[in-house]
């Protein structure tokens, strides 16, 4: 399992990007079905967690700091999750990453018991 979060960049304040989470060994089953987190961490601060998502899609989770502006989704026949992020603010600028959660299908704990952690995208938001 090779995750890797891409579709970062550099955005206004007010802007939208739209994360993408995938599998690069090319496995068509890594992320399917399997719990996927939404993750960030800013220079100096610690990892949070931002959305997750359950193997179906009918379970999802956010951080407060992001309801109404973030949304997670899945494409399980694409074998991918996304991170739909819109009126980013200048304090969403941080690397995000998304994880797997192997063992267990409950979207709880939302923030820990993750074994495979993909490459992060670096998401910057200009005031």
């Known amino acids: 399992v090779q995750l890797q979060a891409s579709g970062g960049g550099?955005?206004?304040?007010g802007g939208s990007l739209?994360?993408?989470?995938?599998?690069l060994s090319g496995?068509?089953?890594?992320?399917?079905?399997?719990?996927m987190g939404w993750f960030r961490q800013a220079p100096g601060k610690e990892r949070e967690f931002v959305a997750v998502i359950s193997g179906m899609g009918s379970d999802i989770e956010y951080a407060d700091f992001v309801k109404g502006?973030?949304?997670?989704?899945?494409?399980?026949g694409m074998n991918a999750v996304y991170l739909q992020m819109n009126s980013l603010k200048p304090e969403d600028t941080a690397a995000?990453?998304?994880?797997?959660?192997?063992?267990?299908?409950?979207?709880?704990?939302?923030?820990?018991?993750?074994?495979?952690?993909?490459?992060?995208?670096?998401v910057t938001v200009s005031s």
Do not use: M
């Open 96 to 122: 995000y990453y998304c994880a797997r959660r192997t063992v267990a299908a409950s979207t709880r704990p939302r923030n820990s018991g993750y074994d495979f952690w993909g490459q992060g995208t670096q």
């Open 69 to 76: 502006r973030f949304t997670v989704s899945r494409d399980n």
């Open 27 to 35: 496995s068509r089953r890594s992320i399917n079905y399997y719990v």
């Open 18 to 23: 739209r994360l993408s989470c995938i599998d």
């Open 10 to 13: 550099l955005v206004q304040a």
